[in-house]
């Protein structure tokens, strides 16, 4: 019996291996990796035009959600299976370069003479060390507020008064009186008016998502433009979260949720995200990242439109996100990896992935495809274009450690945002531990 | 002559009945092999060492051992799980074997048996995205009725007081019904004339059932709990979808730190080292349950 499944396997084998072999033998198929559900369809229409202009290659997409995509792709380096192209983001990239899982551009950009210069200033940049390219600018984002266009018509306010704002720690400006007057409890009294509720809230001023480490849609806004710098350097090794001006930020957020009532406090936001609370009409002002114009434009019933962060004490300011396309250093086919890298920063595919609406890739044609696209549909997203440029904008920090840091942080800011202890020592002391990990 | 070759034939014989035996249980065999063996000796090798999973591993000797030591978030993690066991076991195991005991007594019908084991048959994850949906603060079902009521609105998972007893709940919710149906079953073991002897001497329902019931029920009671309390030492999934170790990480159970390590931080080595001393401490507690339980003997004799 043993024998004969033995000789099955091998004739089997042998049959295999005897099989002509399929006619497009020499076609090469290259994986090509990504997180974002949204964005797969509309790079399948590149890859289409790439396959029809360059006979013989052949691109695979696949996703895969961004909670399981590192442990996904850091797994497949290992195993030696790894996408032969990437979407990278900024928090990994030092990480990967120290482990030298990416192919450096540098020699090919220069080979092929890329016009580094034609992307929006500094996306190139970021994914520069040293003078060797780790990645080809793909998309960015930016932050805005997100804000319910009836509730606002509701209370009273012009909407182009949103696009003035202004903010600082002590008494919160101009934001914190709309975010009062947005207010509303179950009794229909504001929150500026004698006789408001705070612990019989329906309707919230402001919400956001639960925090993490980085803040980059909750908070880091607000703490930037109130001179908060959150680490010395790109690439650097000294974190600064002891910096009062950004206890006084996350102070004020904290109050503005548990002593005021005009947020939704931190114990009260679930894992279902901000999105899905403005979506049910529990929220007039979210402030939330570019790549979810789509998300809030399909889950919300309701008009919404888009306003610039507020400035601060010292301007505004909003995290600047590069993401890139890297190629791995393990893949059989990097000749044709870096063609397709190059097609995916052309301006032929940027611009098809513009006209989708999904993103704002990182030429400039592209961001104005995407305009165009947004505004086809009755939305105005010059809120986030407006704030992309170096001097209202601020790096996601880049440094060793990434994971770990922010699993520090996270629990420290929230912490401070469930008044669980003195806000300076709490962050001092998370800084301290991260700044010890260098 | 005739004796050897009697012999000789038994001998084959049994021969035999080994290599038929040894076939019967390959399947179960290779598996343990494969997938728990192999691991668990991988895992003991890679916990020597400092390996971030893409250069090659360094062997480090004890080192991973003794920053354990030391480390105050495995110390919190080690706390956090032994705070859902205590929430989790006891409340459990006493609703399955209330559960059991009723339906024993009382109602015997299949499908009251089916309804106790119904939230077992969905898993965990499902579970838990299905929990973290009905208790969210702002949106959730059980929170819109509280508030109803008059309680008012609870932060549940996202609360750091209150996330690991929901956690807590949520397991409890989901496996009461197989504790139930593991005690019913024992219960169909005991002699039914032992409870109507008890009765013409005049014992009321209290005493039969802590005098027969819960004696002879003794060996499924050492296995319930054996298997529970492991199951609960290695809870991740409920909380790798409803609370992710937060807030204030609370919820941040052994299994979720060696996940972080390994596969956020990936520190390979420093995870396999936990894995390696959660393995060995289950075994210790297992067997010291088995001893105070005495799960070996039955007192039906």
């Known amino acids: 019996m043993k024998r004969h499944l033995i000789g099955a396997i091998a004739a089997t084998t042998a049959l295999t291996s005897l099989s002509p072999l399929p006619a497009s033998a020499e076609d090469v198929t290259l994986t090509y990796t990504m997180w974002d559900g949204n964005q797969a369809p509309v790079y399948r229409q590149c890859a289409d035009k790439f396959e029809a202009a360059n006979p013989g290659i052949k691109i695979k997409i696949s996703q895969d959600a961004w909670d399981n995509y590192w442990t996904t792709l850091t797994t497949s380096f290992v195993s030696g299976t790894a996408p032969d192209v990437f979407v990278n983001h900024l928090s990994r ?47 960015w984002d930016t932050i805005a507020l997100v804000y319910n266009k009836k509730m606002i018509a509701d209370a009273g306010i012009k909407e182009e008064d949103l696009k003035n704002l202004d903010w600082n720690p002590k008494d919160g400006g101009s934001l914190e009186k709309l975010l009062a007057h947005l207010t509303l409890d179950q009794n229909g009294k504001r929150g500026d008016e004698p006789g408001f509720d705070k612990s ?11 925090t993490d480490g980085y803040g980059q849609t909750q908070w880091s806004f607000l703490a930037v433009s109130n001179g908060f710098k959150p680490i010395d350097k790109a690439w650097g090794t000294q974190y600064g979260y002891d910096s009062p001006a950004l206890a006084e930020t996350l102070t004020w957020q904290r109050d503005l949720a548990l002593k005021k009532g005009f947020a939704l406090s931190q114990e009260q936001t679930g894992k279902l995200n901000a999105t899905a609370i403005f979506a049910a009409g529990k929220a007039a002002i979210v402030p939330d990242g570019s790549w979810n114009i789509g998300t809030y434009r399909d889950a919300s019933k309701m008009e919404i439109g888009f306003a610039p962060v507020p400035k601060g004490p010292e301007g505004r300011r909003s995290m600047f996100n590069g993401l890139a396309d890297s190629i791995w250093s393990g893949s059989q086919h990097q000749d044709e990896a870096w063609k397709w890298v190059k097609y995916l920063s052309g301006s032929e595919c940027q611009t098809i992935v513009g006209k989708a609406g999904v993103v704002f890739p990182a030429r400039p044609e ?27 904008t601020f790096p996601f920090p880049i440094s060793d450690y990434a994971s770990e840091i922010s699993t520090v942080l996270t629990t420290a800011v929230e912490n401070v945002l469930l008044d669980k202890g003195d806000p300076a020592t709490l962050l001092k002391d998370a800084n301290d531990q991260v700044n010890g990990m260098f | 002559m005739m004796k050897a070759g009697s012999n000789v034939s038994r001998a084959r014989r049994r021969r035999k009945e080994t290599l038929t035996g040894l076939l019967f249980v390959a399947p179960a065999l290779v598996g343990f092999l494969v997938f728990y063996l192999l691991p668990t000796l991988r895992a003991i090798q890679i916990s020597l060492t400092d390996w971030n999973l893409m250069r090659a591993p360094k062997f480090v000797g ?9 480390d105050e978030n495995f110390w ?32 015997r019908a299949v499908s009251l048996r089916a309804v106790i084991i119904a939230p077992y048959l969905i898993s965990n994850v499902v579970a838990a995205l299905v929990w973290l949906m009905m208790l969210d603060p702002i949106l959730g079902l059980v929170n819109g009725f509280l508030e109803i009521v008059g309680i008012g609105r609870q932060g549940f998972l996202a609360s750091p007081d209150q996330a690991m007893v929901s956690v807590a709940a949520i397991s409890t919710w989901r496996h009461t ?69 937060g807030p204030s990480n609370s919820t941040r159970v052994i299994l979720w ?36 339980l005495k799960a070996d003997q039955s007192d039906l004799t």
């Not at chain 1, 990239?93 to 030298?100: A, H, I, K, Q, R």
């Not at chain 2, 993690?77 to 459990?92: D, K, M």
């Not at chain 2, 074997?97 to 339906?103: G, T």
């Open chain 1, 93 to 139: 990239f030092p990480e990967f370069l120290t482990n030298g899982v990416m192919v450096d551009l540098s020699e090919r950009i220069a080979a092929d003479q890329v016009d580094m210069n034609a992307y929006l200033p500094g996306l190139a940049e970021v994914w520069n060390k040293d003078g060797q390219q780790w990645g080809m600018p793909k998309d």
């Open chain 2, 257 to 292: 730190y060696i996940y972080e390590n390994a596969f956020k931080f990936n520190k390979m080595g420093y995870a396999s080292a936990i894995s390696v001393v959660l393995f060995v401490t289950l075994i210790l507690v297992t067997l010291l349950q088995m001893r105070l």
């Open chain 2, 76 to 107: 919190h993690s080690a706390w956090v799980t032994f705070a859902y066991v205590l929430y989790n076991i006891p409340i459990q195991t006493a609703l399955g074997l209330l559960l059991a005991v009723l339906s024993d007594r009382l109602a």
């Open chain 2, 62 to 70: 004890f080192a991973n051992y003794t920053k354990l030591l030391g």
């Open chain 1, 200 to 210: 019989k809230v329906a309707v919230y001023g402001w919400a956001t998502d639960r």
């Open chain 2, 177 to 245: 019904g197989l504790t139930a149906l593991l005690f019913y079953a024992g219960l169909q073991a005991i002699p039914r004339h032992l409870y109507e002897a008890a009765r013409l001497e005049g014992a009321g329902e209290w005493t039969m059932f802590h005098r027969i019931t819960l004696p002879l029920l003794r060996p499924v009671l050492a296995f319930v709990l054996v298997t529970s309390l492991i199951g609960s030492f290695q809870v991740f999934d409920v909380i790798a979808v409803a609370t992710a170790g």
């Open chain 1, 366 to 392: 592209g961001v104005t495809a995407a305009e165009e696209a947004h505004k086809a549909k009755n939305l105005d997203v010059s809120a986030f274009v407006m704030l992309a440029t170096p001097e209202t």
